[in-house]
């Protein structure tokens, strides 16, 4: 087993806290995720050390000698070392005293043994501990042949005190391509999700997205385990049918799979990118379940992409404070056909203006859309033909990953000798519409309709114009 830490100054800070530690009479360990991730080949970014055989204040004095310790996660047992990603614990005792993932009582005891400490841990992959100094591999729960095998299991019936780990399977089944054993999936069943912050929901979700190599394992994971129940606007999906010919891979539980899938095949590496598309291609055909009839002899879905728009919202708002990240995901639900659309239309320059500036990033929108067309085997992917065309068709017009900007704005009215008022909001709304038709396209041939259509407005009462030093009437425009 090779255990790489890239980063030198993690790298050197291990070496100093296991030495420090073995000097003193204890035993340090590295556990959880970089183990695991060691035994997979990849790099440690961050570190957990449990530490055997040493009193918290023991630990403590030792740890401060050598580091700055910054100590939010004392009342947890863990001190993390200030500017590194380190957390050093001791092994703890917890008890179930209250709801959701922060009910517990913590007590750390030096004298656990490594199989009594993994107990506590989620799942076997996790539940490893590796001796640097010595390069002992302790594995209590057989979490390597797990591994191995690629079987997701749980560690014990403590797994079921913190219902936060059933996410927590949804995302590592995903991440790590992991089949759930069936007693896991079992156990899970009878979890509820008690008094879980919405802040750690999304968490989960947030790493799905960001870092599922194949999302519809997770998503699998919920519907398996029946979590799915508490995600309706995902629930209605299941059975919800599609027209064979141009959806031949089923329902629109099994399309949405296959586009979380495209969509994992070709992130950016941009979180905030990735996690806004991520979430549009989730979310596209939430519409689906409230428009899909037959008529004609086909099923069609009419007006889908609009009625995506309040299941989007309420899926998104249980999980999240971002309300930027909300208003941003809807209109790639609401407009996701759109470049399809306008490519059939040959739509114009205008067009093309009025979507980037409802959709915020045309780039998006066709990230969605290239997902969406290829999740939907066993049709052949051979390209995505409209996007191309629109992310070309918005790069030329400068609004490929921006909106619109108006070029006439307020302090230029007010230039024009056109007083503050309710009435501004509709003269810069009406060049900006010209704006967006082409009408205009510099700052000069902005104000010469704007004063075209303030010179038209004098000649009306209530003249919306700062005369003589007088205030204007809030009049028409």
Request: hydrophobic letters at 40%; aromatic letters at 6%.
């Amino acid at each position: 087993m090779e255990f790489r830490i890239p980063d030198p100054k993690l790298r050197e800070a291990q070496e100093t806290i296991c030495r420090a530690v073995a000097t003193a009479g204890g035993r340090a360990y590295l556990v959880g995720g970089s183990v695991r991730d060691a035994l997979l080949g990849e790099p440690a970014k961050d570190l957990d050390i449990e530490v055997f055989g040493l009193e918290p204040d023991t630990l403590r004095g030792l740890l401060g000698e050598r580091f700055a310790l910054d100590l939010v996660g004392q009342s947890f047992g863990v001190l993390k070392i200030r500017h590194l990603d380190i957390d050093v614990s001791i092994p703890r005792r917890e008890s179930k005293r209250g709801l959701g993932h922060k009910g517990f009582e913590i007590h750390s005891d030096a004298s656990l043994t490594i199989p009594e400490a993994a107990e506590r841990r989620d799942f076997t992959i996790n539940a490893m501990a590796w001796d640097p100094l010595t390069g002992e591999l302790v594995d209590p729960a057989d979490g390597r042949r797990d591994l191995e095998r690629r079987i997701l299991r749980h560690v014990s019936a403590k797994f079921a005190e913190d219902p936060l780990r059933v996410l927590r399977g949804m995302q590592f089944a995903a991440r790590l391509e992991l089949e759930p054993a069936p007693e896991t999936i079992e156990l899970c069943r009878r979890i509820e999700p008690e008094g879980l912050a919405r802040e750690r929901i999304f968490d989960e979700w947030k790493k799905l997205i960001l870092s599922g190599r194949t999302i519809s394992r997770g998503l699998n994971f919920l519907r398996n385990c029946g979590w799915i129940r508490y995600y309706p606007e995902l629930e209605v999906l299941i059975d919800c049918p599609q027209d064979p010919e141009w959806h031949p891979e089923g329902d629109v539980w099994i399309h949405t799979l296959h586009v979380m899938d495209a969509f994992a095949d070709e992130r950016l590496g941009d979180d905030w990118e990735d996690l806004i598309v991520g979430f549009g291609c989730l979310c596209h055909d939430l519409g689906k379940p409230a428009t899909t009839a037959f008529e004609d002899g086909r099923i069609r879905s009419k007006g889908h992409e609009e009625e995506g728009e309040p299941p989007t919202r309420s899926f998104l708002e249980r999980m999240s404070h971002q309300q930027r990240l909300v208003d941003q995901v809807v209109p790639l639900v609401r407009e996701h056909l759109k470049p399809t659309v306008l490519f059939h239309a040959k739509a114009g320059p205008a067009a093309i203006r009025r979507l980037a500036r409802r959709v915020g990033r045309i780039d998006r929108l066709v990230r969605v859309g290239r997902a969406d067309h290829r999740g939907r085997p066993p049709i052949p992917f051979e390209g995505f033909p409209p996007g191309d065309w629109l992310l070309q068709q918005a790069e030329a017009l400068q609004v490929a990953e921006n909106k619109p900007k108006p070029i006439v704005m307020g302090r230029h009215l007010i230039d024009l000798g056109l007083a503050p008022g309710p009435h501004f909001k509709q003269l810069l709304e009406t060049c900006f519409e010209a704006q967006l038709d082409g009408t205009f396209a510099d700052l000069d041939a902005g104000l010469e309709m704007a004063r075209g259509l303030i010179e038209s407005a004098g000649s009306e009462p209530n003249l919306p114009l700062a005369r003589n030093g007088e205030s204007p009437s809030p009049g028409a425009l």
